[in-house]
């Protein structure tokens, strides 16, 4: 029983490191204009895809070499700084329909950037033979509750900040992603 909890409390602490990115993107896309139904539906989403990415890195863990892991994150990086530029840039742009927002494929790739890391940890939790339905679980959960809170502080800032906001969520989205890639210099 002892080793049960303590696997419970090492995945949750994985978890919610993991969701850490999925707390500072939903940060910077809160600053976009969001109802609450639609704050719910891209926590969902993010959820969903934090128990799909790292089930397909559990299933492909001994298949793949440990440098997918440093690849993931180059990617996931990369998004987010296409993400980041693109609100800076249509921020400043007077009526213009942004060319990714949090729907729809725009919402796709959101979510799929900050799973990215998610799908890294499976493979190691894969090697390791970790117990797959409490990994899903627990990382789905807590991807999900730090989504809707990034993305609610977001919607809050943002009613400070007036038009400005799209700015700074896209500094943040960003920063975030440069900082993912400064781990690669």
Do not use: C
């Amino acid at each position: 029983m002892t080793e049960f909890v303590g696997e419970i409390i090492t995945l949750t602490i994985m978890a919610a490191a993991l969701g850490m990115d999925a707390f500072s993107v939903g940060l910077g896309m809160g600053m976009y204009k969001l109802r609450l139904r639609k704050i719910f539906e891209i926590g969902l989403v993010i959820g969903l895809f934090h128990v799909i990415m790292p089930l397909a890195g559990i299933l492909a863990g001994k298949l793949l070499s440990e440098n997918f892991g440093a690849l993931a994150s180059w990617i996931g990086g990369l998004l987010l700084i296409l993400l980041g530029a693109q609100m800076i840039w249509s921020s400043f742009q007077k009526e213009a329909v942004s060319a990714i927002t949090p729907a729809g494929a725009g919402l796709l790739i959101f979510a799929f950037s900050v799973s990215l890391d998610s799908f890294s940890v499976g493979l190691t939790l894969g090697i390791y033979g970790a117990k797959t339905i409490l990994v899903l679980l627990i990382f789905g959960i807590l991807a999900t509750v730090q989504t809707w809170a990034g993305l609610l502080l977001g919607k809050k800032v943002r009613g400070w900040i007036g038009i400005y906001s799209e700015a700074l969520g896209g500094s943040i989205l960003l920063a975030f992603g440069i900082k993912l890639l400064s781990t690669f210099w």
